[in-house]
């Protein structure tokens, strides 16, 4: 249940760090009936992604743990 949620933000917050919001909102992302496929390719990327990259958030967390002991 937590793993698609952490994947999506993780995958959203990197793609923000190299694109601005305004970019999602226009030309090849504008809100066309042509989107929704789209839109299920994105949410199956991400669900497909969710255990490796939740694993790797989880194994990132803990390490930054236990270097600062």
């Given amino acids: 249940m937590v793993l698609y949620p952490v994947a999506k933000w993780y995958i959203e917050d990197t793609a923000l760090k190299f694109t601005r919001p305004d970019f999602w909102n226009s030309g090849f992302f504008a809100d066309t009936p042509g989107k929704m ?28 743990r236990l270097s600062v002991r």
Avoid: C
């Fill in 37 to 64: 496929g789209l839109l299920a390719v994105y949410t199956g990327t991400v669900f497909i992604l969710s255990l490796p990259l939740s694993l790797i958030y989880i194994l990132s967390v803990i390490i930054k």
